[in-house]
């Protein structure tokens, strides 16, 4: 039986939405087990799981404006530090939380602690593409700068979580980078994709745009931090701005539009969500001795069960485990 | 009179939408003068305009697939290398082409020269604010490496550009950053926020993060080259392929979906317009001793002749002069 250690605290619709997304998950997966971090009290309002679920108690927690690593060294009580402290003892054996990205970072990278041989944890989400297939992205910005070794490790868990945990036989790894030629980019680039090309370990397909992620030109596109955070707010920016356009050239339309619209209403909300790439739900910190996945602060209570389907699944295909066993071996 | 050199051969609808272009703009425009580079006969079979324009014949041209360095080199007769030369000689006052921008940006470079004082040219277009307002951004990948100083002197170069060209009194100009904080980012953000920061001439507004670029958080926004393409590049493929997911989610819809979509065609059709990101149609080479302006491969005669207008706006107001002059002086 796994055991999954959830925040309960952390995001804009805490705890409900977190407990509702518990009872749910408890409801559906009879395989695992759920521990809740959080006020008791508060926890119980919503709480109707009554197998395999139970309660951390404590009244502190990190609220989303504290600064990351501040909070991590004084806030001890705090709902995620007691769960990151719980997954590093061995008591649970994955954590997420809604709550401050930072922080969580910084909870997933001093307390739980990284693999032995990954110098920079990344973190990975799988972004959507036009054929709905998607594609895993790392690093999005965990690290404000890489170096050639951490992008080949990026290819590497990227490659394993693919195949483990999305069933992609062979994935095909692809470079973020400035054009597709093998020659192109700065020096962090020329020296990862030569990297990249001596491992036969994993699919490596070259260089790829980033006006061609949409597409799915790769299951797995490796970036440095910066580059990764810089295009992952450039599509959310984008999309938002795009549906805000839309909005106002309806607003201001005549009668053929505004009925236009109102026609399209149930096709555009779809979109709409499709394209919620802020909703990096199920965010992995990934090259962690144990699954730590962030979802979206705006969660509701279906993207909470989401996200515990798919921690799930990674304790289930044992993703970590194996990156474990093979980074160490690389090092 | 200002003298500008249009290399008719460049771009997929060359030479007609060139020449087209350019006889409209010698109709609305009395104090310019216009050199065509390229084939006689065949710039001739469009070419209505008569008075204030010649040809400079060429059967030599660039292609799109040309490797740029190399065909600057060898195709000495090319009309893009015959523009590039006049501007050099003083024959012409600015150039514009729709052909290969590698090449174009080779010809900038190693013909027409840098601003003394300018050690990386960049290139820098206005991209669209969802106000309509827009912002000018640069470098978007002149380069694929840039120091601090590099970065503050495209600040300036794009204020200089707000405010001449566009009008814009105090451009805001923010840096791009993974947050806005003024401790973000790697040793190059933070070694060119202290730079920006102490620069009296700009109005530096702080560090500005990619998701807010469409909302106009800046009037210029700086990067380098490597993070500059990429955020273009996904701002392209974002928009694009949020039209292929609407497009796909009318073809499968129902009947309400259908008929919403006939009944909002032309909203759609001018929100496409809008977000042609890939329209980097006006992108001015930023940093050469005089404009240097590549205009989209897929341009027509409309977007030919708005081009030709914003030189003259550029030549107008010598923002080029201008930068010459300052820039040389911070040296």
Do not use: C
């Amino acid at each position: 039986m796994k055991k999954i250690a959830v925040d309960a605290m952390g995001g804009d619709n805490a705890p409900q939405a977190l407990v509702e997304g518990v009872n749910q998950a408890i409801r559906d997966f009879d395989d695992i087990e759920i521990v809740l971090y959080g006020d008791e009290t508060k926890i119980k309002d919503y709480l109707t799981a009554t197998e395999r679920v139970s309660i951390v108690h404590t009244e502190e927690k990190i609220d989303s404006d504290d600064e990351p690593a501040r909070a991590i060294r004084r806030k001890k009580q705090a709902s995620m530090v007691l769960a990151a402290k719980d997954v590093k003892a061995g008591d649970v054996d994955a954590m997420l939380s809604a709550g401050n990205t930072g922080a969580l970072l910084a909870a997933g990278f001093f307390i739980v602690g990284r693999i032995k041989g990954v110098e920079r944890p990344g973190l990975m989400s799988t972004l959507p593409t036009v054929d709905g297939r998607g594609y895993d992205m790392l690093d999005l910005g965990a690290n404000a700068e890489n170096t050639p070794e951490h992008l080949h490790q990026y290819a590497l868990m990227g490659s394993y979580y693919a195949e483990n945990v999305r069933g992609i036989q062979k994935p095909r790894v692809g470079l973020l980078n400035n054009g597709t030629e093998a020659s192109k980019g700065d020096p962090l680039r020329k020296e990862t994709y030569q990297l990249l090309s001596e491992d036969e370990s994993i699919h490596f397909v070259g260089n790829v745009e980033a006006r061609d992620l949409m597409d799915g030109v790769a299951d797995v596109v490796v970036a440095d931090g910066f580059t990764g955070n810089a295009v992952l707010k450039t599509m959310e920016g984008t999309a938002f701005g795009i549906l805000k356009q839309l909005k106002q050239a309806i607003a201001t339309g005549n009668w053929k539009a505004k009925l236009g619209a109102f026609l399209l209403k149930d096709r555009l909300k779809s979109l709409k969500q499709t394209l919620d790439f802020s909703d990096v739900g199920g965010a992995v910190l990934f090259g962690l001795q144990a699954p730590v996945v962030k979802t979206h602060g705006s969660s509701d209570a279906k993207a909470v069960y989401s996200t515990i389907r798919q921690v799930r699944t990674m304790l289930e295909t044992d993703v970590i485990g194996k990156s474990v066993k093979e980074l160490s071996k690389k090092d």
